[in-house]
């Protein structure tokens, strides 16, 4: 593939799927594709929302559309993206469930759901697993959330582990990001936060000094060592920090440990919340 197609693929709605496909062409038997529905997207400009969108009839175009794209017979692991308040999560799951009749899809997961939503597709569709948002510097999942998956048998699988980059200490004072990050609206990423927040990053990267490690290798030890059956996303664009999160794998934290991240942890209040305000109502229906 040239340069100038990838620049382009990377520009084009939905380029992830093809991507994805692209690229696990050769070893499609060896690895479990999760996707999303959920979301209405302008089909004319990437990444551009315009809110939730989660009728039986979209579930089933998303599917269709989202199989073509990978170039595959059936996906793994299907989230809905975001609840939608407008259509009863019994609808929803029942859709996925016909899904999986019709071997087009294997598991059912939610993202950013709430446990009453989470209980009541449970109850239709088993749910596999649950994305939302978990890390040190997020720990809300803790009080109702990670009791109810245990009760119910559904994996965790937490994005931003690593605090939407923060926890890995990169994220100094001064940092600018990009005009499109979408880090510059985040309350928590103003510079008066970040400032009140660092005492976080200092524990972890006091940690790694003791591991030989990195404050993000320590970070996601942390989660890993939370439960057998979380298993974070963190997200990146250089293959040097994907080797180096995986080498997180080999960090053993004692309880020792996690007994002192906790409670050093837990004196140090985070500072601003997680989402703009207009995206909070998207989370946790």
């Not at 803790?142 to 980059?165: N, Q, R, W």
């Not at 880090?183 to 103003?190: A, E, G, L, Y």
Request: proline letters at 7%; hydrophobic letters at 40%.
């Amino acid at each position: 593939m040239s340069h100038s197609s990838i620049r382009w693929k990377l520009t084009a709605p939905f380029a992830n799927e093809e991507l994805v496909s692209e690229a696990l062409a050769p070893f499609r038997d060896q690895v479990v594709i999760a996707t999303k529905f959920g979301f209405k997207i302008d089909p004319k400009a990437e990444r551009t929302l315009a809110g939730v969108d989660g009728p039986p009839e979209h579930i089933r175009e998303v599917a269709e559309a989202s199989l073509k794209r990978l170039k595959t017979d059936v996906i793994e692991l299907f989230y809905q993206h975001r609840v939608d308040p407008n259509v009863p999560i019994e609808d929803v799951a029942g859709t996925v469930k016909d899904l999986i009749q019709q071997g087009k899809v294997r598991h059912f997961g939610l993202s950013e759901a709430g446990v009453p939503a989470i209980r009541r597709a449970h109850k239709v569709q088993p749910v596999t697993a649950l994305q939302s948002e978990y890390s040190l510097w997020w720990r809300e999942p803790e009080a109702e959330i990670i009791p109810t998956l245990e009760e119910l048998g559904i994996g965790f699988v937490p994005f931003s582990p690593l605090g939407k980059g923060f926890l890995t200490g990169a994220i100094i004072l001064d940092t600018k990001f990009e005009k499109n990050d979408f880090r510059n609206v985040v309350p928590r990423f103003t510079a008066e936060n970040r400032k009140a927040n660092q005492p976080l990053v200092d524990v972890l990267g006091r940690f790694a000094k003791q591991k030989k490690a990195t404050p993000a290798q320590i970070a996601l030890a942390w989660l890993l060592a939370q439960k057998p059956w979380i298993v974070p996303i963190p997200g990146t664009t250089k293959l040097s920090r994907l080797e180096e999160n995986l080498r997180a794998l080999a960090i053993e934290l004692t309880s020792d440990d996690l007994s002192q991240i906790d409670n050093v942890a837990s004196k140090i209040p985070v500072q601003g919340e997680r989402y703009p305000e207009s995206f909070q109502k998207l989370v946790n229906r």
